[in-house]
């Protein structure tokens, strides 16, 4: 962070998208703009020198992608930012790639500028998932394994039921109110659920979950 504000780095190809983006940012009193990439092999060098909260990241560039370039951050800062990947199809492989590659959510090019902000906060706060409908359609057609595919995670039964209310995009205060438990309780259940799994964050954990077939999207 920068004087208290949330910093934001800026990766899209088009100087449109950034200049947009920039304006939306650096209009709110906590956000605020440090750096921009017009593509993926500017990224590293970046957030190594700004040390940004949150890079904003295009999937698609002509050189080096958003998938590789968050690769490239999630292998070699020890800290790494929170990234949303913003793309104009959600329904795109490319999306679903760049979740696995270690993006925390994303964002369509056509969000409203009032929802792009609550993303950043949302996305740095880790506390809930981004889309999560998006991220369930994709999972549907990347995911079949075997329900019982997290058995060897060895999930107590409360924590497969938070996991449950996580892969449906509920908040940690959603899910207490829920399960009636604290927030504290919650997010005891999510750290417990994020280290038996070995996920970084909870976009992770959801995608693992999909993936062995412990969620089924519907």
């Given at each position: 962070m920068t004087d208290g504000k949330t910093t934001v780095l800026l990766v899209d190809d088009e100087e449109l998208i950034r200049a947009g983006l920039r304006a939306i940012i650096n209009a709110e009193p906590d956000l605020t703009v440090v750096g921009?990439?017009?593509?993926?092999?500017?990224?590293?060098?970046l957030v190594t020198r700004l040390h940004p909260d949150v890079v904003l990241m295009d999937v698609r560039m002509p050189a080096v992608d958003g998938i590789q370039a968050s690769k490239h951050i999630m292998e070699t800062v020890a800290a790494p930012p929170k990234i949303l990947v913003v793309t104009t199809f959600e329904n795109d492989d490319y999306v679903y790639d760049a979740l696995r590659a270690g993006a925390n959510g994303f964002l369509l090019k056509r969000t409203r500028p009032e929802d792009i902000v609550r993303a950043i906060r949302m996305v740095v706060s880790g506390e809930s998932l981004l889309f999560p409908s998006a991220i369930r359609a994709l999972a549907a057609a990347h995911g079949g394994g075997r329900a019982n595919g997290l058995a060897r995670a060895g999930l107590t039964e409360r924590e497969?039921?938070?996991?449950?209310?996580?892969?449906?995009?509920?908040?940690?205060?959603?899910?207490?109110?829920?399960?009636f438990v604290s927030v504290q309780t919650v997010k005891t259940h999510v750290g417990n659920v994020l280290a038996k799994l070995g996920a970084r964050d909870r976009t992770q954990a959801v995608i693992l979950a999909y993936e062995t077939g412990f969620v089924t999207p519907g």
């Open positions: 921009e990439a017009g593509d993926g092999a500017e990224v590293l060098p497969a039921e938070v996991l449950r209310l996580m892969a449906t995009g509920l908040s940690n205060v959603e899910i207490g109110e829920r399960l």
